[in-house]
């Protein structure tokens, strides 16, 4: 009999962070609240995650991300970058900052998640722009490093319209963007 590869027998985790009654199919759900289908009830926005350092390979955050405040966030990423795998990724999803979906729901916390956000959580992009948000200088800062690419899920009456009308709208309409969608990787 023939052993089962470890990475059979143990595989890595993909977690739906923050998923609510909406779980992602084959993730394991974590949520605050005893949604059906949650896996894990638990607060991440601070403390630890019951985790191992490296022992997720993917994680997705639909709408909630802008339900954290500040420094939540930062807690939220440095954890994220601790239980990723190396090139592992995690998507996100929040309401674009110049779509009322962004500001129009009283649990959500300010500022607005925006496209610049993204930037911080490269190491090196903060080490010349931004070396005090670090936590080589700031012990709340960021000591995530990872790349980050993003688009737009566009309104409605846009998505049928070409590519130079809807650069327009994004640049200069507001309620073009519906949703900013992120793909963060670990470095």
Not at 47 to 67: I, L, M, Q, R
Not at 145 to 164: C, M, P, Q, V
Not at 169 to 182: G, N, P, R, S, V
């Amino acid at each position: 009999m023939s052993a089962v590869p470890e990475e059979v027998a143990n595989p890595l985790l993909k977690l739906d962070i923050g998923c609510g009654k909406n779980k992602k199919p084959g993730f394991h759900g974590v949520d605050a609240i005893s949604f059906d289908g949650v896996d894990t009830v638990m607060d991440v926005r601070s403390g630890k995650w019951p985790w191992d350092d490296a022992s997720v390979e993917e994680v997705h955050c639909s709408h909630f991300v802008e339900h954290l405040t500040a420094q939540e966030r930062v807690h939220f990423v440095n954890e994220l970058y601790r239980v990723l795998i190396p090139g592992g990724k995690c998507q996100i999803i929040v309401p674009h900052w110049n779509s009322n979906r962004a500001y129009g729901d009283p649990t959500h916390q300010w500022p607005p998640v925006s496209e610049m956000w993204f930037y911080y959580l490269d190491k090196g992009w903060r080490a010349g722009n931004a070396p005090h948000t670090d936590s080589e200088f700031n012990p709340t800062g960021f000591n995530c490093d990872f790349a980050a690419t993003w688009g737009y899920s566009l309104h409605g009456h846009l998505t049928t319209r070409n590519i130079e009308y809807q650069q327009h709208a994004i640049q200069f309409w507001k309620e073009a963007c519906q949703d900013t969608i992120a793909t963060i990787v670990k470095k």
